[in-house]
């Protein structure tokens, strides 16, 4: 027992740091735009295609890999997706012309799509469910601490170098994780004899309470990434900052999201059926402070506050997805990614029509969205009616927290 739950723990270190830094690739690239325009002379416009080539390969392959980890295993699929995703990740410093970047960043964000949701599912797995929030928390504190803190690192490394510098410290350290994880991750097992995508998620979308919770994630992803994305362009509007000073600030999120992952469990034990109720409000409380506030001692807590918040309701709706079809936890994972990812980009579209009229308006409504997760969600949670989803021929059982 003691072997096994050290294995856990050197398992969970491992997938919280290629989080951390799978994550940060993408939100490291960001600040890069105007120097990568620069340097390719290219309008910023077609610098931004990059980055764009990135998501959207990301969103469409995160589909892809939650069903085809059931089938062949999920330590098999992390592991070729660290591989890929440091490979094109370091292939991004040779970068001299636009139409190089774009394919290497878009099969960058191909593989990377095959680590976030797989890894969830992977602690679904491996660990016990009185311990399975804590787990996730962790790991996904340590995914939003790498994309926070990102505009950080990636600026200091330009700074210093250039912006491919960035894309090759990435891979470096991405690659080294790849290695140690072919190493040290147990070896899962699949849950599935065969693989059909699509009737894969015709038995997944027949189940009514893992729609809701989808659905749910859905705004999560909508409030949290959709304010998140203008937080830096919010910051220089109200203080003189360079891009440093502006990245320090915005890792007070990241920070905000390791000690949610710490703290759920025990705010979840404490507070019992009025936990999801009471974070979602802390959540909209931080989000109405932020629009206030012109300190940046009080904006940085108020950003902690948030990623705290975000963190503790994530973790919660995320490991209560994967008990609704617990033996396709991939699959159940992937539209959870799909899912936080859509409502995050269809935020930012919306976002950027709203912070030219008015950018409170985008914190009051992520605000309100918040309010409403917080009445919604305990009620699809806590609910003690099981869905009577069709019967395939893996059998799938609900597991009731």
Known sequence: MENKQRMITLTLTI????????????????PLILKIAEDLTISVSQAALS??????????????????????GKTKVI??????TAIFSILGFFAESLPYLIVVR???????????????????????????????????????????????IGGIVSYFGSWQHVYLVYGIAELALAIIMVWKLPKSQPSTTKVSIIQTYKLALS??????????????????????TYM????????????????????????????????????????????????????????????????????????????????????????NAQNCIPKQRGTAMSLASF?????????????GQLITLNINLMFLIAATLFVVIGLVAPRVILSKQK???????????EEME
């Not at 899912?339 to 976002?351: D, L, R, S």
């Open 106 to 152: 878009a099969l960058n964000g191909a593989f990377a799509a095959g680590i976030f949701p797989v890894t969830l599912a992977l602690i679904g797995d491996l660990v016990a469910p009185e311990k399975r929030q804590a787990s996730i928390g962790k790991v996904m504190g340590m995914m939003f601490l790498g994309g926070a803190a990102a505009t950080l």
């Open 15 to 30: 997938l919280s740091f290629m989080a951390f830094f799978a994550n940060g690739d993408n939100y490291a690239a960001a």
């Open 339 to 351: 899912n936080m990812f859509v409502g995050g980009a269809v935020a930012t579209i919306v976002n």
């Open 232 to 319: 830096g362009e919010y910051i220089k509007q109200n203080h003189v900052l360079s891009i440093l000073y502006v990245g320090m600030i915005l890792t007070s999120f990241g920070i905000g999201t390791v000690i949610g992952g710490k703290v759920a469990p025990i705010l979840k034990q404490k507070l019992q059926n009025k936990y999801l109720t009471v974070m979602a409000l802390i959540g909209s409380f931080s989000l109405i402070l932020m629009s206030q506030l012109t300190s940046i001692v009080f904006l940085s807590t108020s950003l902690v506050l948030f990623g705290l918040a975000f963190i503790s309701v994530q973790s919660m709706l995320v490991m």
């Open 387 to 397: 869905e009577q989803s069709p019967k395939p021929s893996v059998v799938m059982t």
């Open 79 to 84: 592991n070729i997706a660290a591989f890929g």
């Open 51 to 72: 980055a764009t080539a990135y998501m959207l390969t990301f969103g469409l392959f995160t589909v892809l890999f939650g069903p085809i980890s059931d089938r062949f």
């Open 207 to 228: 189940n009514k309470r893992l729609l809701s919770i989808v659905g749910i994630i859905f705004i999560m992803g909508y409030s949290v990434f959709g304010t998140f």
